[in-house]
């Protein structure tokens, strides 16, 4: 419950008048059609026994049929608002609590960010956020509602049947739904995670062979990834089964609950009547609102059946919303040189990569950062764009500390192109209007500077379709593309991380040159490893 609780926290604070009106409806629920059963049963007997005592000529029948009448309306009207307030006001707060976790995920170190599957991270986050819908509809709610109609209905029935019914049939009903708690409550929640882990090997399965069907028909690997897939739906299906069966016998275990204790409620009424002590009117009204207070336990069966996922998915989102995303620079923004001093960058995992590291960057220059595989030329590179935060030492924009930037202010001026770099399913322009607002003129200016225009106006224009990691471009071609992209942030401070992989000698060093007549005043750094990048420097820095 310690994952559940900041959850629930968050999903009141944000809808509290709402959730607080909803319980307050469902309560209304809960306590009409208690109500409703018992003026019946009353009714029923009461005019059965004016009638057999020859009275039923001066029975009033109207004040009591209409109020049945009142009860059965309300109780409707009242589900129906209860529904409107709890799913509108949970469904606001989940998409709360998804943007609060995208916005974790977009302020993780890069790499966590690199690690991250886009379609699996999407898929789990779905499946996170629809299993904690049950936290206020089936758990926090029912619960709030259940115990305040219990306590109303031991007051009601202590006043108008006496204290022995009214502690039965209340009491038991606590006692029963104790007892299914702790005989049910270890069995289901394990078995509810395991078959949402097995849902999602699943699901997880059947996109990688939907996306590589391709690649496993040509290495004849197809079958193979067909039953991997068929043995996640097996194992999937076998596990909902498990968890359905025990349902059901927690379903069993509420309704021997409900029946034991409308039984007694019977036989203590009929004790009752036989000696006097109540009439037999109000001894069927307690034995009909024991029947109808089962609905206070009927939300216990699904929130068991369901609680392993709700904690599973609490456990894996907590730690995104504890994380501080807000941004506490403030520096508007006016770039001038790029300075790092003296920066210590390490491993995750403690390892060092390179002590001491100082370097300057002027406006109009280009420098080659060299050095092994493993040096640290990537990691300085996510020093230096803000996205890594070095061991020791400080980076200066424009004299200023790099943590005094404001982060839209710093995206303006600086912009990195990794070595990965994603391309979405989309057209050309599509993918290219991800980094500003551009004109198609300038579109193409800049895959001009790239040398891909001929490439684009071949395959038809800015209106191309692409698929999902930029398919229908060779490597090289989805590599220019994204360069094209970052041109268009028309930044001050480019840093390029092997920007001319894939390409030919003359192909590298003519989008060499068109990126520098793209960008004249701007500052490159890049983590070069060939001599097309090395030779177009002004200066060449070595990592060891």
Do not use: C
């Not at 068929?230 to 059901?248: G, N, V």
């Not at 001038?336 to 390179?354: Q, Y």
């Not at 490597?475 to 480019?494: D, I, K, N, T, W």
């Not at 520098?516 to 500052?523: E, H, N």
Request: net charge positive.
């Amino acid at each position: 419950m310690k994952h559940l609780w900041p959850i629930l926290k968050i999903i009141w604070r944000g809808e509290r008048s709402a959730l607080m009106r909803g319980a307050a409806l469902m309560g209304v629920v809960l306590a009409m059609g208690a109500a409703l059963l018992g003026l019946s049963g009353w009714f029923i007997t009461a005019s059965a026994a004016a009638g057999l005592a020859g009275m039923g000529a001066t029975f009033d029948v109207f004040r009591p049929s209409a109020l049945v009448r009142f009860l059965a309306l309300g109780r409707a009207a009242a589900r129906y608002g209860e529904r409107l307030l709890t799913h509108d006001a949970t469904l606001r707060a989940l998409e709360g609590l998804r943007l609060r976790v995208l916005a974790a995920h977009l302020a993780a170190p890069i790499d966590r960010m690199l690690r991250i599957r886009g379609a699996q991270a999407l898929n789990r986050l779905t499946a996170d956020i629809d299993a904690l819908d049950g936290l206020p509809l089936r758990v926090a709610l029912p619960l709030l509602a259940g115990v305040g109609v219990l306590g109303l209905a031991l007051a009601v029935l202590w006043l108008l049947a006496g204290p022995v019914l009214a502690v039965w049939i209340v009491g038991g009903y606590g006692l029963g739904a104790l007892w299914v708690l702790q005989h049910w409550g270890g069995q289901m929640p394990p078995l509810s995670r395991r078959a949402e882990m097995a849902a999602q090997a699943f699901r997880v399965r059947l996109i990688d062979l939907i996306r590589a069907r391709g690649d496993l028909a040509v290495y004849g690997r197809l079958d193979q990834q067909m039953q991997a897939v068929q043995s996640a739906e097996d194992r999937r299906f076998t596990l909902r089964a498990a968890l359905h069966r025990a349902e059901r016998r927690a379903g069993l275990a509420l309704s021997l609950v409900a029946t034991l204790i409308a039984s007694g409620a019977l036989a203590l009424g009929l004790g009752a009547a036989q000696a006097g002590t109540l009439s037999p009117a109000m001894g069927a009204m307690a034995f009909f609102v024991a029947l109808a207070l089962a609905e206070v336990l009927a939300p216990l069966r699904r929130a068991l059946s369901d609680f392993g996922r709700m904690v599973d998915a609490a456990r894996r989102i907590g730690p995104s919303l504890d994380r501080d995303t807000s941004l506490t620079g403030s520096h508007p923004g006016a770039a001038g040189s790029l300075v790092a001093r003296n920066l210590t960058l390490i491993r995750p995992g403690g390892r060092v990569l390179a002590e001491y590291v100082s370097l300057t960057l002027a406006p109009a220059e280009t420098v080659a950062l060299t050095g092994p595989s493993g040096a640290g030329k990537s990691t300085l590179l996510h020093a230096l764009a803000g996205l890594r935060q070095p061991a020791a030492g400080r980076v200066l924009l424009g004299n200023v500390d790099l943590q005094a930037w404001s982060e839209p202010a710093l995206r303006r001026a600086v912009t990195l192109l990794p070595q990965r770099s994603a391309l979405m399913a989309g057209s050309v322009a599509e993918t290219l209007a991800l980094a500003a607002p551009a004109p198609e003129s300038e579109m193409w200016a800049a895959l001009r500077a790239v040398h891909l225009d001929r490439v684009i106006a071949a395959k038809g224009g800015l209106a191309t379709r692409l698929g999902p990691r930029g398919t229908g471009l060779s490597g090289g071609e989805a590599r220019r593309l994204s360069l094209a992209r970052a041109l268009l942030r028309r930044p001050q401070v480019l840093l390029l991380d092997e920007p001319t992989e894939g390409l030919d000698d003359p192909t590298a060093r003519a989008v060499l040159t068109g990126i520098r007549a793209f960008l004249p005043d701007a500052a490159f750094l890049i983590a070069a490893h060939r001599p097309a990048e090395i030779d177009f420097a002004d200066r060449v820095i070595a990592l060891k």
